[in-house]
């Protein structure tokens, strides 16, 4: 699940849409802060 969600997110940046890029990076970070609630750092897995 995680790999694929950071595969995904790897394309993202590849492509090179910011739009997207940022919308990605919102879902990321809710995804990590529902996950990680104590995480200080939501981009680390």
Same mark, same amino acid.
């Given at each position: 699940?995680?790999? *694929?969600?950071?595969?995904? &997110?790897?394309? #993202?940046?590849?492509?090179?849409?910011?739009?997207? @890029?940022? $919308?990605? *990076?919102? #879902?990321? +970070? =809710? &995804?990590?802060? $529902?996950? +990680? /609630?104590? =995480? @200080?750092? /939501?981009? =680390?897995?």
């Amino acid at each position: 699940m995680m790999q *694929k969600m950071m595969m995904g &997110f790897q394309r #993202v940046l590849k492509g090179g849409n910011e739009f997207v @890029q940022e $919308i990605y *990076k919102c #879902v990321l +970070h =809710t &995804f990590q802060m $529902i996950s +990680h /609630p104590c =995480t @200080q750092n /939501p981009y =680390t897995f």
